[in-house]
Nanobody
Framework: VQLQASGGGLVQAGGSLRVSCAASGRAFSNYYMGWFRQAPGKEREFVAKISLSGSSTDYADSVKGRFTISRGNAKNTVYLQMNSLKPEDTAVYYC????????????????WGQGTEVTVSS
């Protein structure tokens, strides 16, 4: 499956942004989806994940209550709605697809998008 992330940009602290990830190729609904991010000088970290149907979601503590992951299987797209953004949310955000299960660890994700950059100014 090929993944294309979009929607990143520059936003002020406290603002909102929605990033999207469009999938093509194999059946999107067969993949668990996740969002990860990598800030400058830091390792990539888990942000959120969603189950096949979208009925289950999971978030890193740092974004819980502010970010919402969702998916539209008919549109082959996964979204990450980011509210109350903070400067520490500045990073390149990557979507990823896992055919192996509902995991946080990046090693279980088979396919990765190219990333979309989010910058939060203070």
């Amino acid at each position: 499956v090929q993944l294309q992330a979009s929607g990143g940009g520059l936003v002020q602290a406290g603002g909102s942004l929605r990033v999207s990830c469009a999938a093509s190729g194999r059946a999107f609904s067969n993949y668990y989806m996740g969002w990860f991010r990598q800030a400058p000088g830091k390792e990539r970290e888990f942000v959120a994940k969603i189950s096949l149907s979208g009925s289950s979601t999971d978030y890193a503590d740092s974004v819980k209550g502010r970010f919402t992951i969702s998916r539209g299987n008919a549109k082959n797209t996964v979204y990450l709605q980011m509210n109350s953004l903070k400067p520490e949310d500045t990073a390149v955000y990557y979507c990823a697809a896992s055919g192996r299960g509902y995991y946080r660890a990046s090693q279980y994700y088979n396919y990765w998008g190219q990333g979309t950059e989010v910058t939060v100014s203070s």
